[in-house]
């Protein structure tokens, strides 16, 4: 699967992609170098756990809450419960820069003093081996951009300008920026799960008659977003969906319906068993999250679901730090005028249109829409269990969303395609200038004295 994604990325690359994605790449080093160390929600604890597995060569030991409150947790380990497949990624990448010697290795957090904008003591720390992480999630980011780009132009090749408004709406999300300028299992999770979804409909929706060989094919390569996060196991339900599809169309038999969903479903668990054998604790792993917990009854209120909208919603566009430097309202009207319109209507114009689509291309719009559904509901249930209003949780569902955004402005654009994509693009990347010279800058100035 990543030698037949890889070959179709060569293929359909063109200028305006490219672009895309230098912009993507200068943009998203500035945030990782404007933005100090550990200045960002949880990464000294993922780069503990990634520390750990490069010097044991196994993923770090169970880690208690401290007493005290979040700030005396704020360098400890309490990422312990995450699947172990992220981590050992990044261990291998810090083993590697240790052996080669090629960045000095990290000694020591600063002094945490938690104060209006920072967490940590005001430093100037040289290049050392976590900034290889950094570029690791950029990098993770830049993938996820390409896949996004291939899979739009999978779905609809005679689009005009559909893929690279596609491509460059993800890319140019601040929030998007800032998530991959920083060391998180979301990087990897968010390329994993935009590659199963690309496997599900390259290797059966957009084929005429898929067999078991394209089942087991999406299925390998949805196995690594299965392996990295929970956050990703909605790929799961959403190839259940996709058989029950199939079972409506003619020649399509209840058994054989069954047994290609089963092999899905044996090769997409594949590494996540392989994860288990390697690292036995795996599930008491998963069961120490704090999403395990089960159900809070007083959170089964509707207040509680209202009151989680507007973080959630400020938080999909960009909150940066430890989620205490938000963009200014004043961009959000910019930055929502073109999200809301481009998904209200692209989901509208999608169905509107669907006369005019294939069955195949039908079916895969429909697995767009129920992926964002799928992600949603897991939002829903996170929230239930503890609160994490928190938009990055919707980036599973990035390459949908992004495709139903471009598909709505190609829409209302008409002949004027491409004025309308360099226009939304061009007012995204200076909105990015924006936050980084106006937001985070000022916020992480160097240290007085």
């Given at each position: ?62 880690a208690a809450w401290l007493p005290g409150g979040w700030l005396q947790n704020v360098i400890t380990g309490y990422e312990w419960y995450q699947p172990p497949a992220y981590y050992a990624f ?107 979804i690309f496997g599900l409909l390259n290797s059966v929706v957009l084929q005429s008659v898929p067999e078991r060989r394209d089942w087991v094919t999406a299925g390998f390569a949805s196995a ?200 939304i693009l061009s007012m995204m990347i200076l909105i990015n200038i924006f936050v980084l010279t106006t937001v985070i800058l000022p916020a992480y100035a160097p240290p007085l004295g």
């Amino acid at each position: 699967m990543a030698v037949r994604a890889g070959a179709y990325m060569l293929k359909s690359m063109k200028q305006p992609i490219l672009g895309i994605c230098l912009f993507y790449l200068i943009l998203a080093s500035s945030y990782a170098i404007a933005v100090p160390l550990w200045e960002a929600p949880d990464e000294p604890a993922h780069f503990i756990y990634a520390d750990h597995f490069a010097r044991y060569g196994q993923p770090q030991p169970r880690a208690a809450w401290l007493p005290g409150g979040w700030l005396q947790n704020v360098i400890t380990g309490y990422e312990w419960y995450q699947p172990p497949a992220y981590y050992a990624f990044s261990g291998l990448i810090l083993k590697m820069n240790r052996t080669l010697s090629f960045l000095p290795p990290f000694t020591d957090f600063p002094t945490v003093i938690a104060t209006q904008n920072r967490v940590f003591a005001p430093t100037i720390p040289p290049i050392t081996e976590p900034h290889l992480l950094r570029l690791f999630s950029v990098l993770l980011g830049l993938g996820t951009v390409l896949l996004v780009f291939c899979l739009s132009k999978r779905i609809l090749p005679k689009e005009p300008w559909l893929p690279e408004l596609t491509a460059g709406f993800v890319a140019f999300i601040p929030q998007f920026m800032f998530l991959h300028a920083y060391i998180t299992n979301d990087t990897l999770a968010i390329f994993c799960t935009t590659l199963g979804i690309f496997g599900l409909l390259n290797s059966v929706v957009l084929q005429s008659v898929p067999e078991r060989r394209d089942w087991v094919t999406a299925g390998f390569a949805s196995a690594p977003a299965v392996a990295v996060k929970m956050t990703s196991w909605f790929l799961l339900p959403l190839a259940a969906a996709l058989a029950l599809i199939n079972l409506t169309k003619k020649r399509r038999s209840f058994v054989n319906t069954i047994v290609h969903f089963v092999f899905y479903l044996l090769s997409a668990l594949s590494l996540f068993f392989i994860s288990w054998l390697l690292w036995p604790d795996l599930f008491e792993r998963l069961l120490g999250s704090p999403n395990a917990t089960g159900i809070r009854r007083d959170f089964l209120i509707p207040t509680h679901f209202i009151d989680l909208i507007p973080l959630t919603h400020s938080s999909f566009w960009g909150r940066f730090g430890w989620m205490n430097l938000p963009v200014p309202v004043p961009l959000l009207i910019p930055l929502d005028s073109i999200g809301l319109t481009g998904l209200c209507f692209g989901i509208y114009a999608s169905v509107r249109s669907a006369d005019s689509f294939t069955s195949n291309q039908r079916n895969a719009i429909l697995i767009f829409l129920l992926s964002i559904i799928f992600v949603l509901i897991t939002f829903l249930l996170f929230n239930l269990t503890t609160i994490q209003p928190q938009g990055r949780y919707f980036y599973p569902a990035i390459s949908s969303i992004g495709f139903f955004v471009a598909y709505g402005w190609m829409a209302l654009a008409g002949k004027y395609r491409k004025t309308v994509v360099l226009t939304i693009l061009s007012m995204m990347i200076l909105i990015n200038i924006f936050v980084l010279t106006t937001v985070i800058l000022p916020a992480y100035a160097p240290p007085l004295g």
